[in-house]
């Protein structure tokens, strides 16, 4: 998959570099952000850590990670990733999405959606991406269902020992989510 910088309105998906370490730690000293995911960064240690496992990721076709670029702020708001690329069967998840609180329910989050959901399935043809939460984040499955992302069920102790809940989109659907996701942006900043 050739992934590569990918640009809205209001935010830009750069690919991860270790220079953004710094950046991303700045950002992520709020607790609240981790309360729900299943790594806590709490020292520049742990951002290194994560950042260097992500890029680890990405060296061996597992994974992209972006960091997200917010142009009103003009500054790095957070984080998001393709992740668990299968090209054979031509499906992904996009996860490990975490932002500053400050951009909590504005454009950010839809504009990543849509830019990332576009660009699987319109240029990488995608015919199917998952987007997975733990079970206790009713925030983060709100609005995974709110973009039009279809609740598939729970799997017990996937993941770090936890509970997940799988949502998915596929190719058939894809032309709804995208006309939901651009009417959700036609009316939020």
Known sequence: MDFKLLEGERVIL??????HME??????KQPEI????????????????????????????EEFPYVVFDKTLDKIVGMTRYLRISKQNKNLNIGWTWYSPEVWRTRVNTECKYLLLQYAFEDWKAVRVEIITTIDNNRSQKAIERIG???????KKKYHGED???HSIIDDDWKNVK?????FMEDIS
């Open 14 to 19: 750069i690919p991860l570099e270790m220079q």
């Open 23 to 28: 950046q991303l730690f700045q950002y992520a």
């Open 34 to 61: 981790w309360e729900f995911l299943p790594a806590k960064i709490n020292t520049k240690a742990n951002m290194e850590e994560f950042v260097c496992a992500a890029i680890q990721g990405r060296e061996r076709g």
């Open 149 to 155: 992302a279809k609740r598939e069920g729970i799997l």
């Open 164 to 166: 997940y809940v799988f």
């Open 179 to 183: 006309n939901r996701l651009e009417s």
